[in-house]
């Protein structure tokens, strides 16, 4: 083959990966648009004119957190998230902070999808109604027992976001040709009534409760331990890819809706609807209300999946014993057992009965779940711009320093301003406790070293689950590739090659990494 011809199959290979995997780890946040206007309108009390204020500072602090990770994926490009900078700048004890807080976001988001996935199927079938709470227990009950098969490709989440995408595009030139409706017109000026004086302090209390736009955003910081077959320069490239992508799709995605919510004049849905629902009927044709609702159901049940694999994995990664591969065995082995879909079903369980626990006391009422959301993920926010602030004062880099300090300092104000709200003080507690029992347990282990690396090792067993399903070998390094590239891109194992090839290295060169823990067990 020609030189020509290798250098375009290598660029078609790793831009079809790159696409597939910075779509797939964007589901979380892209779903989160379904509910993240709507709880901001409800915090509002159904004020339109703040509306798109209040989700303009959203993004503002989706970017903020962004920027830090974009830093913490180059020193960390193995994978791990905050947990790895967590252990990384005060030791592996506290990385069980961010664990903890992880574990919580999981159950909240599978039960706050399915419930927002039930919300959006009655939002088109209203008959619906009274069986809410059955219906978003069978979507649980469904998604977890699909776990069984094994993992969800990376192809199927990424398509999923692109059907969504493309419908939420239909709805939005849809929208263009739409004037306002007079009665909900009218709504929405009764809705303003007495809060005009109090802008500012309206929008302050209220962004805050959209912040579960944001949960997700970090996603690529520790799915990049997924790419086995890149090096580093690879992983540090590839996530920092999806990490701005993900900000500029969601960012522009949700934006874009709360000005036509705005422009339509909208105002709070019915009992038995929802705000973007409201927005695709009153502006789009039958059939796109029908595939925009359809999609996002599907793409809602997908961040729910994503969760149940990450979940699952992250206590399996714990459970592991020492073997001739290592390992932590800081949890009980039995959550680490397996099925021969490489499945840690009991893991699956687990979090099935949590999440069901929360869906049942919220009665599947996604309004209810987010005042809960937008807390637990904040405090793993919180700790890894703290870590990284840390780490880069050591390393003499001043302007990342001031970075990772402003956004910490906005993450914690929007974690108290969250924290004012009753309902919020359960996931912060959800969150001691799980942290405390990991910690706990990590002690009566005996501090097995490398724990803090824990959750890039369940990103990494996800893709080793798949490579065992269908192994796939790169004929031209013998390095192996995960089944599931192979099926994202469409392409034959030699088009994605190793980033050694003569990629060029994007590492700036004021983000040295810092030298890691040694992984040795006792």
């Excluded at 199927?121 to 027992?145: E, N, T």
């Excluded at 990376?154 to 595009?169: C, K, N, P, Q, Y």
């Excluded at 590239?485 to 090659?497: D, E, F, L, R």
Aim: charged share 10%; glycine share 10%.
């Amino acid at each position: 083959m020609s030189a020509p011809a290798r250098g375009n199959g290598w660029l078609h290979g790793r831009t079809a990966l790159l696409i597939a995997f910075a779509f797939s780890v964007m589901a979380d946040p892209v779903s989160s648009v379904a509910y993240a206007i709507e709880a901001a309108l409800h915090a509002l009390h159904g004020h339109l004119p703040l509306l798109l204020g209040a989700m303009g500072l959203v993004v503002l602090v989706v970017a903020l957190v962004v920027t830090s990770y974009h830093q913490l994926v180059g020193r960390f490009p193995e994978g791990g998230g905050a947990a790895a900078a967590t252990g990384a700048a005060f030791g592996d004890g506290w990385s069980f902070v961010p664990m903890g807080a992880l574990i919580v976001d999981f159950v909240l988001t599978i039960a706050i999808s399915v419930s927002a996935g039930a919300s959006a199927m009655i939002s088109y079938v209203p008959g619906l109604a009274p069986y809410r709470l059955l219906l978003a227990l069978c979507l649980l009950v469904l998604v977890a027992a699909l776990m069984w098969f094994g993992h969800m490709g990376r192809a199927v989440f990424a398509l999923l976001t692109l059907i969504f995408l493309v419908a939420a595009v239909a709805v939005l030139v849809s929208v263009v040709n739409t004037s306002p409706d007079a009665a909900a017109t009218a709504t929405a000026e009764a809705a303003e009534t007495g809060l005009l004086h109090s802008a500012p302090l309206s929008v302050l209390l209220a962004f805050p409760v959209a912040m579960a736009l944001a949960t997700g955003v970090e996603a690529p910081s520790s799915a990049i331990a997924q790419l086995a077959q890149l090096d580093d320069r690879g992983r540090r490239s590839f996530g920092r890819w999806a990490l701005w992508l993900t900000l500029g799709i969601v960012g522009t995605l949700t934006l874009a809706l709360t000005a036509s919510v705005v422009h339509l004049e909208i105002g709070l849905p019915g009992e038995d609807s929802t705000l973007v629902a409201d927005l695709a009927r009153a502006a789009a044709s039958p059939g796109v209300f029908a595939l925009f609702q359809g999609a996002t159901a599907l793409l809602l049940l997908s961040a729910a999946s994503s969760s149940f694999q990450a979940g699952p994995g992250l206590l399996k990664a714990l459970a592991r014993r020492e073997d001739a591969r290592g390992g932590h065995g800081v949890l009980p082995s039995i959550l680490g057992r397996t099925n021969s879909h490489h499945t840690p079903y009991v893991g699956v369980g687990l979090f099935l009965l949590l999440s069901a626990a929360v869906v049942a006391a919220a009665g599947a009422r996604d309004q209810r779940l987010v005042l809960f959301y937008a807390v637990a993920v904040f405090v793993s926010f919180l700790m890894g711009l703290v870590s990284m602030a840390l780490l880069a004062h050591r390393d003499g880099q001043r302007r990342w320093v001031v970075l990772n300090v402003i956004a910490a300092i906005t993450v914690a104000f929007t974690l108290v301003m969250n924290l004012t709200r009753p309902a919020a003080l359960g996931s912060l507690f959800a969150t001691a406790v799980a942290s405390g029992v990991l910690y706990s347990a990590w002690v009566r282990a005996g501090r097995p070293r490398g724990a803090a690396h824990a959750v890039a090792e369940a990103e990494a067993g996800e893709a080793a689950s798949g490579d065992a399903e269908l192994d796939q070998t790169d004929a031209g390094h013998g390095k192996p590739v995960p089944a599931s590239v192979v099926a994202a891109t469409g392409t034959a194992p030699h088009a994605v090659p190793s980033e050694e090839q003569g990629a060029p290295d994007e590492r700036q060169p004021d983000e040295r990494p810092e030298p890691q823990p040694s992984r040795t067990r006792r």
